[in-house]
């Protein structure tokens, strides 16, 4: 297969790629706008491979997408390029809806021009997957909810996000996400593209920009600065090492059937501060310093709309395409704090903006 991955400079994309070049006969043509999230640096790896093709495009640019599909002739798109930043939706929201919503859109109708000029057998065997989030459906009940908010118990147990769960975006990210995903499950039912929806829980691992809760933790704790907890730190995420997440996504673009939705977790419910203290510790041992890297932690005014606890439940994908994590949090972590420590000058070419 060639497979077109949109975002490929990013951190998700950037880990897909380097699985399907160096895991695969497959492959790629990377689109990538090259905002401040994104760093080629991410795919040295791989970029020297005669499989590996890169298009610095941005997906709003409908000639540039066009272009792009007549000169590669992909056999299935991987939609991953979208500004993620929760904080920066807060501050910004603009950007959110033109990447997220209308970029969206320019690539469905990309892909659907080129889609329909394919032969019958390749229009069947075309892919257009589309690589969501788990805060499209909102948050869940807590567990210090539960003494009073007993209905949310099924079967004694809190829920968690099913295939089927009711959207409910909190935040302009998540809401832009949302729109683009309705379009995705649209442009099937109106025009029938072949099209597939993954939503996935916090992602943490290698070549993770810094302004995200992992490496900002462990970049500001090796530098000496405070370690930021929104509120009291009693936010609830599903952790899932970006490898993992990976393999996940090959294998739905490969094997996953179309019109459906896949859930992806880590199957690792942490507290922020959980997470942010279990760093600490594993600093203390890789990096030691005289006083602990817990002593630098300190809480800040909590973020707006805050969703307090997402959780995934991944049976479908599990059972359906036979995926399953291979890292434990514990273990997919200490590989992520040792990668910042053994590569030091790749996370301050991206601080730097390089």
């Given at each position: ?35 401040y999230a994104g760093n ?297 704090v040792q990668w910042y ?14």
């Amino acid at each position: 297969m060639k497979i077109l991955v949109t975002g490929g400079a990013g951190f998700i994309g950037s880990a897909v790629i380097r699985h399907i070049i160096q895991h695969t006969n497959d492959s790629v043509v990377n689109i990538d706008k090259l905002t401040y999230a994104g760093n080629l640096e991410s795919l040295a790896s791989v970029s020297e491979n005669d499989r590996y093709a890169f298009e610095q495009v941005d997906i709003c640019n409908r000639v540039e997408l066009d272009r792009v599909f007549a000169d590669h002739q992909p056999d299935a798109v991987m939609h991953l390029a979208a500004e993620s930043h929760v904080d920066r939706s807060i501050d910004g929201s603009e950007a959110f809806v033109e990447t997220n919503i209308v970029g969206t859109y320019t690539l469905l109708e990309a892909t659907r021009e080129y889609w329909n000029q394919l032969e019958e057998r390749d229009q069947q065997a075309f892919r257009f997957h589309h690589i969501s989030t788990d805060e499209v459906y909102g948050d869940l009940p807590h567990p210090d909810d539960v003494e009073t908010n007993t209905a949310a118990l099924a079967d004694g147990k809190l829920p968690m996000f099913l295939e089927t769960t009711r959207y409910a975006p909190s935040s302009p990210y998540s809401a832009s996400k949302a729109s683009s995903d309705h379009l995705v499950r649209a442009w099937m039912r109106t025009y029938g593209l072949p099209t597939i929806i993954t939503n996935c829980s916090n992602n943490y691992g290698p070549y993770h920009f810094p302004e995200k809760l992992v490496p900002l933790i462990i970049l500001n704790a090796l530098a000496g600065k405070d370690l930021p907890i929104y509120g009291k730190g009693d936010q609830i995420r599903d952790w899932l090492y970006v490898e993992d997440h990976a393999r996940a996504l090959y294998k739905v673009v490969t094997e996953g059937e179309v019109g459906e939705t896949y859930n992806i977790g880590g199957h690792n419910e942490k507290k922020n501060v959980e997470v942010v203290e279990a760093i600490c510790v594993i600093l203390d041992t890789l990096a030691p310093k005289t006083t602990s890297y817990t002593e630098q932690i300190t809480y800040v005014r909590d973020r707006p709309g805050h969703d307090r606890r997402y959780a995934i439940d991944s049976s479908k994908i599990q059972q359906v395409l036979g995926w399953t994590p291979i890292e434990t949090f514990e273990t997919g972590l200490k590989k992520t704090v040792q990668w910042y420590l053994d590569n030091q000058s790749w996370c301050q070419n991206v601080q730097d903006g390089r």
